[in-house]
């Protein structure tokens, strides 16, 4: 897991440089993420499905993406899944169900509960977890999404990614709304410095996170 945390973090490095050399045309780091990206990814199946915003390629790292796959998709050449139709770091690989990453803010998060209640409708094992940050929860579509979530109670885990340029005591005080409002079937829940995690899935390790 920290050799994930450090190569992701290498990766970063160097794809920033060359987004500020002129060499890819657009790039966002994952800087005080990897923890996050890494042990919530640790503690799912790689047949759970991921609906990532843009700033968890360490789920994908973890799942076996090469550093070259990302160096194909930031450089839109052939070889990218894409085939260089997307912005770099748009990233998404059916191999390891990991949903294409769209630009537009918390898109992803009404489609998550749909796909989680196909799973819950055809009765499959797999869960499904979102990611987003801070701001993506302010969407209509979060709210939207969490409200079918809620009603259809589907099979989901979410990975809300707050930064710390964020005061802590307003990040809880939304956090613990939205908990209040939306999940009643809230079984594990844990803060990681400036992150919250909370999810819904009985079979997540609780003892692959540490505080
Ligand atoms: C629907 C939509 N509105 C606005 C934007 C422009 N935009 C790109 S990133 C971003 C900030 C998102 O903040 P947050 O969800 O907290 O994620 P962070 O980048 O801080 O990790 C915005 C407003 C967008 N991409 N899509």
Request: positive net charge.
């Given at each position: 897991m920290y050799t994930d945390m450090v190569t992701l973090e290498v990766m970063d490095t160097i794809f920033y440089e060359a987004q500020r050399q002129g060499r890819i045309s657009f790039y966002a780091t994952t800087t005080g993420e990897e923890a996050i990206n890494i042990a919530s990814?640790?503690?799912l199946h790689n047949d759970d499905f991921v609906f990532p915003q843009y700033r968890e390629p360490g789920v994908l790292l973890w799942r076996g993406f090469t550093l070259q796959e990302f160096a194909h998709q930031c450089f839109g050449n052939k070889y990218d899944n894409g085939k260089g139709r997307q912005m770099p770091i748009h990233y998404g690989s059916r191999k390891h169900n990991y949903f294409t990453i769209a630009s537009t803010v918390a898109t992803q998060i009404p489609h998550?509960?749909?796909?989680a209640y196909s799973l819950k409708m055809e009765k499959q094992d797999s869960c499904v977890i979102i990611y987003f940050g801070d701001g993506g929860s302010s969407t209509a579509d979060f709210h939207a999404a969490m409200n079918f979530a809620a009603v259809l109670e589907v099979p989901?885990?979410?990975?809300?990614?707050?930064?710390?340029?964020v005061e802590k005591p307003l990040i809880a005080e939304m956090f613990n709304d939205?908990?209040?409002?939306?999940?009643k079937h809230v079984i594990f829940e844990f803060q990681m410095t400036n992150i919250k995690f909370i999810t819904s899935r009985k079979r997540i390790n609780n003892h692959m996170f540490l505080r």
């Open positions: 990814t640790a503690a998550a509960v749909g796909a989901l885990s979410q990975a809300i990614q707050a930064a710390e340029r939205i908990i209040n409002k939306y999940m």
